[in-house]
């Protein structure tokens, strides 16, 4: 049995490098993956009230967004 962690492809760790998740989401095509993700949580997190675990271990870019979500509205 192989007890040694996977490799990350070096491609996947130059992608990822580029730039700092917080800022790399908000230019060019990587728009394109914040879009897609949002996408895919708002289809398949609880809705508020909910408890979500990030343990992604980034900036929160999207913990951010769901706690948003999360938060009433004024006036409501």
């Known amino acids: 049995m192989n007890d040694q962690p996977p490799?990350?492809?070096p491609t996947v760790g130059a992608y990822y490098a580029q730039t700092p998740e917080e800022s790399r989401l908000a230019i060019g095509p990587f728009r394109l993956e914040e879009a897609?993700?949002?996408e895919l949580l708002a289809r398949?997190?609880?809705p508020p009230p909910a408890r979500?675990?990030?343990v992604?271990?980034?900036a929160?870019?999207?913990a951010f967004w769901l706690a948003d979500r999360g938060k009433p509205t004024s006036g409501h």
């Open 7 to 9: 490799r990350l492809d």
């Open 36 to 38: 897609r993700t949002r």
């Open 44 to 46: 398949h997190v609880p």
């Open 52 to 54: 979500v675990l990030d």
């Open 56 to 58: 992604g271990g980034a």
């Open 60 to 62: 929160g870019a999207y």
